[in-house]
């Protein structure tokens, strides 16, 4: 196989797995917590006044 065939199918390939993956970068963000979970952090970790990251999930009070 030749430099310029191996070039060829490499870019192929990425161009392959970039259009398989694209649609999870597209996809509607979600609105609110997963089924059956409780949303306890109202403002995320984009507030400006957080400066640290604590546990942000909460399993049966834990």
Do not use: E, H, Y
Not at 14 to 35: K, N, T
């Amino acid at each position: 196989m030749s430099r310029s065939s191996r070039v060829l199918l490499a870019a192929a390939l990425c161009a392959a797995l970039l259009l398989s993956i694209a649609p999870l970068a597209m996809a509607a963000p979600s609105s609110g917590p997963p089924p059956g979970w409780v949303q306890i952090a109202k403002n995320g970790i984009d507030n400006a006044n957080d400066w640290a990251i604590f546990p942000i999930t909460n399993f049966n009070g834990r």
